[in-house]
């Protein structure tokens, strides 16, 4: 059974970081793309970023290049979002996802999800 498990969320102030993590089990992470994506309150779930199996090659929505980082640690089978200069926007519910194939920005390309973590910034 395959399993996503996002820790790492919490509350902080406008400019800060926090680094998110996604544990998966019952897959092999190398085979698949891995991607973070958010709600917010009231809005559709979105994109943030991705990388690739081999891990050389990550994507960024624009509201978050420069300020983001994805990476993934194959033989942990973890993925990590580092969020740095948090502005309030960025309040969400964060999922980590796992696909195969398709585009790597589209959510119907992720086969696995996690439950999500909250992530809270205030001004």
């Known amino acids: 059974q395959v399993q996503l498990v996002e820790s790492g969320g919490g509350l902080v102030q406008a400019g800060g970081s926090q680094r998110l993590s996604c544990a998966a089990s019952g897959l092999t992470l190398s085979s698949y793309f891995m991607g973070w994506f958010r709600q917010a309150p009231g809005k559709e779930r979105e994109f943030v970023a991705t990388i690739l199996g081999s891990g050389g090659v990550t994507l960024y929505a624009d509201s978050v290049k420069g300020r983001f980082t994805i990476s993934r640690d194959n033989a942990k089978n973890t993925v990590y979002l580092q969020m740095n200069s948090l502005k309030p926007d960025d309040t969400a519910v964060y999922y980590c996802?796992?696909?195969?194939?398709?585009?790597?920005?589209?959510?119907?390309?992720?086969?696995?999800w996690g439950q999500g973590t909250q992530v809270t910034v205030s001004s």
């Open positions: 996802a796992a696909g195969r194939s398709g585009y790597y920005r589209g959510q119907k390309s992720y086969n696995y």
